[in-house]
């Protein structure tokens, strides 16, 4: 291309004027390099607190809502239809095992048992005739040609069927005895009234049969059960006999403790937890059934795993990490969380026991950086 001379220089001071930006560019970046590779040597030279790895386990616990309730609780109805005649306890009466809390009153069963007591004596008196009677004949037979054969046995037979009746009269009057007894309503246990439904005169009777509520509720108060549903999470990780400690709203700045008595070993369908009770003495009768607590469960690894300072853990968009020292340079490691304390976390990885790890690591710390470390007291 042919340009007149006129514009010759006017266009070799554009074609300079041009080229000037990208050679300033290319000046700031050459000069822009050595700024970033310096700030790379000054992470390589700093010496980062690092620990070696190593097998624990990691003991933590959790809070969860439970509840109190009775020890042991009943709710008496009558046997027999009746009527009440007498109570001897009302809400809130302390009660021992056995003592007598109402007498009913059935007057056909002692009419009953009247009829049984004479049925049994005459059949008794007729028993004793026939067995009178074949010892006779078994004396005279004795001598023979005295007492035909066919005698002797019609006189066992006789016997023995009068002593079967006799043992079904006998039967008969148990029953009725054992009857008459079920008007004496009596404690199973020791406890504590904690609701009567009936008066003095009152029909009673099998429940939906005269009774539609019992006519007493005994519980047992010297020592509650403190059920806890556990979370499928923790289930595993609870033992027999741990120790465990709660508080209830009624009682504030008051902490109870507590083991863990029964395990249910199973989970509910429905919640997918596992019921735990553990046992609660109270002689004072401080705490009270129905009472709702807030329990703390003690939760150890069943086996040991990699337990890590909370503050190794290096998280980011993509994951979590922990950063290792190998062969002198840093090497991000992708883990799983699992269980945490407060300051403490289980971990889960393409890890070894005895790798060094950075306790506090950051992003400016590259994977394949050369790494200095100082390992922690």
């Known amino acids: ?90 809400v809130g009466s302390e009660v021992k095992k056995g003592q007598i809390l109402a007498t009913l009153e059935a007057p056909e069963i002692s009419s009953q048992l009247a009829g049984a007591e004479s049925r049994l004596k005459s059949f008794e008196a007729i028993y004793l005739a026939s067995k009178a009677r074949y010892d006779r004949l078994k004396r005279t037979s004795e001598t023979p040609g005295t007492v035909s054969e066919n005698d002797l046995e019609m006189a066992f037979a ?30 199973p ?30 519980q047992e108060l010297d020592k509650l059960r403190l059920v806890v549903n556990v979370p499928e999470l923790y289930a595993a990780n609870l033992m027999k006999d741990n120790s465990v400690s709660f508080t209830v709203q009624s009682i504030p700045g008051r902490d109870f403790t507590a083991q863990v008595s029964r395990l249910a070993g199973a989970l509910d369908d429905r919640l997918r937890s596992e019921r735990i009770e553990m046992d609660v003495p109270n002689p004072k009768s401080e705490l009270l059934p129905g009472m709702v607590a807030e329990v703390t469960l003690p939760i150890q690894s069943s086996g040991a795993s990699f337990i890590v300072p909370s503050s190794s853990i290096l998280s980011s968009t993509t994951g979590n990490f922990v950063i290792r020292k190998k062969d002198g340079k840093a090497e991000w490691i992708a883990i799983n969380n699992g269980r945490r304390d407060l300051t403490s976390a289980e971990v889960f990885g393409e890890l ?22 100082k390992l922690g007291e």
């Open 1 to 90: 291309m042919n340009i007149p001379k006129i514009y010759e220089g006017s266009v070799l001071k554009l074609i300079s004027l041009a080229w000037t930006p990208i050679l300033l560019m290319t000046a700031v970046g050459c000069d822009s390099n050595p700024e970033g590779a310096k700030a790379t040597e000054a992470v390589a030279e700093k010496e980062h607190e690092a620990f070696v790895l190593n097998l624990d386990t990691l003991s933590s616990t959790f809070r969860i809502p439970g509840e109190l309730i009775a020890y042991q609780q009943v709710d008496l109805y009558a046997k027999v239809s009746s009527f009440v005649e007498r109570l001897t306890v009302d």
């Open 158 to 187: 006789n016997q023995q069927s009068d002593l079967a009746n006799w043992e079904s009269a006998k039967a008969a009057f148990r029953e009725i005895t054992d009857t008459k007894a079920y008007l004496e309503i009596r404690a």
């Open 189 to 218: 246990f020791s406890g504590v009234i904690t609701a009567r439904n009936v008066s003095p005169g009152a029909y009673v009777g099998p429940s939906g049969r005269g009774s539609e509520f019992p006519l007493f509720t005994l």
């Open 352 to 373: 070894t026991k005895g790798d060094t790890l950075l306790v506090f690591p950051n992003e400016e710390i590259r994977h394949g950086q050369a790494v200095k470390v």
